[in-house]
Structures are given as structure tokens and as C-alpha cells.
């Protein structure tokens, strides 16, 4: 969660400021001795591996803003978020691997930093190897898991990020069907929103809005990630050294580093990542092969598949790109996510105008996009200027995934109608957007590119 800022100081580095600003920022990093005594380590690949990763840090957090954002509560001084963005050696793409925090692990032997004692190799969710062994063991652990060798270490907290996101003024994030997290409380409405800092952090923060839990929650992450790179590229911050101060300091007050990421490494991303843009990154989370997979003493965990994660790894060593040269999809032509699959919804198709065949016509493309309907369409009985869409109560759910499907429609609730949902086609109907519904229980872990998921 809070990683995600600090490539944002990978990508604000891009307008070549001058070594002296720099150097004075890179004077209040706080350092770890992350690589301390390290061997049989993987071999070194092409261009350069950063583990970022995001711990539950608060110290810094007001009591107020405590309140607003529900950030109350101990912190467990373990990993909430951890990521792997791989910068190609031409400097023109980076790679970002989500990894799952209940990930199945074994971490190596090692010496506990609490208590002193000396454990063997044992299995563990990710997340714990940082309570266990700090950055070190955290970075032995994803090292023997991936076989990518990690050049750089960087920590975050969530005073960090939600300072980034103020100082750019906001970061605009979009969503097809309304989010409510009752835990963070994320309360937006379907649509466009820019986010301040508080509401970012609730944003990425949420994993109660659906089953994907987790996996769900890094997708938005990435997406947030995707939206701050436009943000940051686009606003000229890039160009404005004060700016780039600013929010730079906002970003490095609260980061942790090795002590072998610095001035120097700042200053070589910034200038040859000068066209740094969202087209040039690309965001994936390692593939899972079973979803629920118990471990005796610990719960249970997710399962790398192993033959697709090797593939992804290697990919990454290599410093090969994910995806493929493929254009941005014209707007309005993307597949809408929606939350309730298309074949589950029942609908009834009335003709609410007096062109002959509209109501056949809308029938016709809503089946060809998944949705139940009856084939039979009827005729209203009375004209309609806009498409409505009748529904119970009960199947909201189903009723904003149809709507999705037909912008600009009505939604009109009818307590007592039942499953079966009605649509009237008005004058305004045009065509039929396709939809897509990703499993909650079986997520896919594409591959997407930074211009395909920002607003």
C-alpha cells in the first residue's frame, strides 16, 4: 500500500535536478543495513530490482487524522504491501510485481531480532518474515522465492504517502460500481474522484469490499499507482524544481533505504527516465495457484503456481516486458468491470419507442455480452425518452452491473418485483457496452499497463 509512493520518487527524479537538491534529500533517509553479511545470493540479472515495501507504521499520524481514517489500533510491525518494480536497464519500462501478503513462504534459517533465538528454515505467511528477521530475512525470503536478486531495499509508512498525494495535489481514480469499506471507511459513489491524501490511503487500504480480499486490494493499489505516475508526469512537476523538492521531501520523510541507494542512483534514474510516462510501466501479481491453502500452526495461505510464477521471474531477470505492444483501447470500448456475472441476471427486454425492432435489437446485444434475457422481447406501453431499468431492491447488485452495460440508463427500484430485472428502451439507446466479471474466488493475474487502467 504505502510502497507505491516511493517509486513515485523513481519517477520524480526524471527532471534531472540538480545533484545539490538532491543531495540535501537524500540526507533525511533514514538508513537500514539491509544486505548485511548476505551470501548465496541469486545471480545479478539486467537493470535493476527494488523490493518496496509497505509496513503499518502510524507514529507520525495525528489523532485527528487518526479518527477521520480509522487508523486506531497497534501496529502489527509487520509487511501490509510488498512489491518488486524491476527498472530495465534502458530506463524506458518498469515492471511491478505485486506480491500477497498471506503468500505460503519458508524463510531461511535465521536469528530472531526479538528474542535472539536461532530458528531453522520453517514456513510462515510473507508478511511475518519482516516480524521475524526485519528487512534482511524479508529480502532472503523473496529472494529464495523468485530467484530475482534485489538491488534495492526501500520502506514506506502511510505518513509518506498520504504527504505525496497532498503535495500533487490529489490523485484522480475512477470506479464503475460503488466502494464501501465499513473497516477503512471508503465510501465513494460510482465515477471520477480525485483523492487527497486521508481518502487515498482508505482507498488502498480497503480489502472488505468484495471476496477478493487481498488480491482485490492490490489491484487497486496498482491502479492508484498507474494514476499517481499520470498525476506526477503530467502536471509538470517533473519541470518544476521546487515542486519536486516538495514532494520529494513529502516522500523521503518517512522512508527507510539501504545505504547503497542514494544521490548518485537518484540522479541516474531521473535523467534517464525524462519521458517516464503510465504506457511505460506495467503492473501484474504473481500467480496464484491455490487459493486457500493450509499450513499446520499458521492458517491458511496462498499458493504460488509454480511453473507461471517461474515464467514471471524470469521474465524479470531477463529484462524482458510482460505485455506486449498493444494500443490504449479507445475509450467507452474497454469491458466494464461488474460485480455480478452477466449470466446470473435474468432481464426482460420492452420496446419503449416507436422505431420497430429496437426492443429485439437490445435483446439481441445484451445476450451476445453474457446476459440471461428471455429472447423474447415485448412492447412498453407507454413511449420512454430515457432507457429504464426496473429492479427489486433486493438485486441492486445485479442491477448496476446491467446499467453498466447501458450508460446512461435509469435505475428505478420496485420493491417486490423479484429477480426478473426490466429494461424499457428509450429514444437515447445507442449500443451495448461490454462487460467483464472477474471471480472474487478465482482472480486472474493479468498483466496490464499503466495507460490501460487510469481514468
Not at 269 to 277: E, I, K, N, P, V
Not at 296 to 301: E, N, R, V
Not at 354 to 371: E, N, P, Q, S
Request: aromatic residues 4%; proline residues 7%.
Amino acid at each position: 500500500m504505502r510502497a507505491v509512493t516511493t517509486l513515485s520518487v523513481v519517477v520524480l527524479a526524471s527532471a534531472g535536478i540538480g545533484h545539490a537538491v538532491v543531495s540535501s534529500l537524500d540526507a533525511g533517509i533514514a538508513r537500514v543495513d539491509a544486505f548485511k553479511d548476505m551470501k548465496n545470493r541469486p545471480r545479478a540479472g539486467h537493470g535493476m530490482n527494488l523490493l518496496l515495501v509497505g509496513t503499518d507504521g502510524r507514529d507520525k499520524i495525528s489523532e485527528g487524522d487518526r479518527r477521520a481514517y480509522r487508523l486506531g489500533g497497534q501496529p502489527c510491525h509487520c509487511t501490509d504491501t510488498m512489491m518488486i518494480v524491476h527498472i530495465a536497464e534502458d530506463r524506458e519500462r518498469a515492471t511491478v510485481v505485486s506480491l500477497p501478503r498471506d503468500s505460503y513462504a519458508e524463510v531461511p534459517a535465521h536469528t530472531d531480532r526479538n528474542s535472539g533465538r536461532r530458528h531453522g528454515p520453517h514456513p510462515v505467511r510473507l508478511n511475518a518474515a519482516y516480524a521475524e528477521g526485519g528487512p534482511q530475512l524479508t529480502i532472503r525470503t523473496v529472494e529464495n522465492m523468485t530467484h530475482v536478486k534485489i538491488d534495492h531495499y526501500l520502506e514506506v509508512d502511510f505518513t509518506s504517502f498520504m504527504k505525496t498525494v497532498d503535495v500533487l495535489g490529489g490523485v484522480e481514480v475512477c470506479t464503475p460500481v460503488p466502494l464501501k469499506d465499513r473497516y477503512t471507511g471508503l465510501d465513494l459513489a460510482a465515477g471520477t474522484h480525485t483523492l487527497r491524501g486521508g481518502r487515498a490511503l482508505q482507498y488502498v487500504r480497503a480489502r472488505h469490499l468484495d471476496g477478493a480480499s487481498d488480491l482485490g486490494r492490490m489491484k487497486r493499489q496498482q491502479r492508484f499507482l498507474a494514476a499517481l505516475i499520470e498525476k506526477a508526469t503530467s502536471s509538470g512537476v517533473l519541470l518544476n524544481p521546487m515542486r519536486f523538492r516538495d514532494v520529494t521531501r513529502a516522500v523521503l520523510g518517512s522512508v527507510r533505504a539501504d545505504a547503497g541507494f542514494g544521490t548518485d542512483e537518484l540522479l541516474d534514474l531521473g535523467r534517464a527516465m525524462r519521458d517516464f510516462s503510465p504506457s511505460s510501466s506495467e503492473f501484474t501479481t504473481v500467480p496464484i495457484g491455490q487459493m486457500n491453502y493450509p499450513v499446520k500452526g499458521i492458517g491458511t495461505t496462498l499458493k504460488w503456481e509454480p511453473a507461471r510464477a517461474e515464467k514471471l521471474f524470469g521474465a524479470v531477470r531477463d529484462d524482458k516486458p510482460l505485455s506486449t505492444d498493444r494500443p490504449r483501447p479507445a475509450p467507452g470500448r474497454a469491458p466494464v468491470p461488474v460485480e455480478v456475472a452477466p449470466a446470473t441476471i435474468r432481464v426482460q427486454v420492452a420496446n419503449g419507442t416507436g422505431t420497430v425492432g429496437l426492443g429485439k435489437r437490445m435483446d439481441a446485444a445484451l445476450a451476445a455480452t453474457g446476459f440471461a434475457t428471455t429472447r423474447r422481447p415485448v412492447t412498453a406501453p407507454a413511449h420512454v425518452p430515457h432507457t429504464v431499468i426496473s429492479y427489486d431492491p433486493r438485486w441492486d447488485r445485479s442491477a448496476r452491473s446491467l446499467a453498466a452495460a447501458l450508460p446512461g440508463s435509469e435505475l428505478r427500484p420496485v420493491p417486490g418485483q423479484g429477480p426478473l430485472l426490466k429494461v424499457t428502451a428509450g429514444a437515447d439507446f445507442k449500443e451495448v457496452r461490454t462487460v467483464r466479471f472477474e471471480d472474487p474466488g478465482q482472480p486472474e493475474q493479468n498483466v496490464v499497463r499503466g495507460n490501460e487502467v487510469v481514468c
